[in-house]
T-cell receptor, first 117, second 113 residues
Framework: EPEVTQTPSHQVTQMGQEVILRCVPI?????FYWYRQILGQKVEFLVS????????KSEIFDDQFSVERPDGSNFTLKIRSTKLEDSAMYFC???????????????FGNGTRLTVT | AQSVTQLGSHVSVSEGALVLLRCNYS??????LFWYVQYPNQGLQLLLK??????LVKGINGFEAEFKKSETSFHLTKPSAHMSDAAEYFC???????????FGGGTRVLVKP
């Protein structure tokens, strides 16, 4: 069964550094999402992406965050200047488009654990 | 705005006993409702979903959930717990196609032998 893959599984970075989290969504999916889960807290929506542009973003997704689909397969989340409070598990998800897909669930990757020191 | 409340951050059940995880939602429009499971060091896996039609939905691993509009609830049950059911379970709501999922706080299930 096709799956969403995320790399790396664990990233450690120093405060103020830039990080790029990478995701390869399922190949025929067209909606992409990033979520994060701070340790012990709920899974929070960051951003959704469709047709090469952001379709919705949360208050968390401020100017230090950006997303990109640089080619036909990757979907990236960039954090420009990391802060201690950015430490979390980041999940990528994708959803198909097309007839009948309007109520389809999100397919999640296994996540990237980001640790900011 | 949509929101989800899961009652109980931790639930402990004996193997073979009923598993009941509670989820209440708020939504301004008819919702789409989902239950996801997260095993340690893994991503979120869909257990089941409710979109339209039958209010009792069956999912994988013997789980089922019932949508009750009058109670704004979508509780998850399994008649007989198995050790492999130990995981964290998340209820989520979506208000429309393509929209984001809003998750509850999660319930961690411990299964005792």
């Amino acid at each position: 069964e096709p799956e969403v893959t995320q790399t790396p599984s664990h990233q450690v970075t120093q405060m103020g550094q830039e990080v790029i989290l990478r995701c390869v969504p399922i190949s025929n999916h067209l909606y992409f999402y990033w979520y994060r889960q701070i340790l012990g807290q709920k899974v929070e929506f960051l951003v959704s992406f469709y047709n090469n542009e952001i379709s919705e973003k949360s208050e968390i997704f401020d100017d230090q965050f950006s997303v990109e689909r640089p080619d036909g397969s990757n979907f990236t989340l960039k954090i420009r200047s990391t802060k201690l409070e950015d430490s979390a598990m980041y999940f990528c998800a994708s959803r198909p488009n097309g007839p009948g897909a309007y109520n389809s669930p999100l397919h999640f990757g296994n996540g990237t654990r980001l640790t900011v020191t | 705005a949509q929101s989800v409340t899961q009652l109980g951050s931790h639930v402990s059940v004996s193997e073979g006993a009923l598993v009941l995880l509670r989820c209440n939602y708020s939504s301004s429009v008819p919702p789409y409702l989902f239950w996801y499971v997260q095993y340690p060091n893994q991503g979120l896996q869909l257990l089941l979903k409710y979109t339209t039609g039958a209010t009792l939905v069956k999912g994988i691993n013997g789980f089922e959930a019932e949508f009750k509009k009058s109670e704004t609830s979508f509780h998850l049950t399994k008649p007989s717990a198995h050790m492999s059911d130990a995981a964290e379970y998340f209820c989520a709501v979506s208000e429309a196609a393509g929209n984001k999922l809003t998750f509850g706080g999660g319930t961690r299930v411990l299964v005792k032998p």
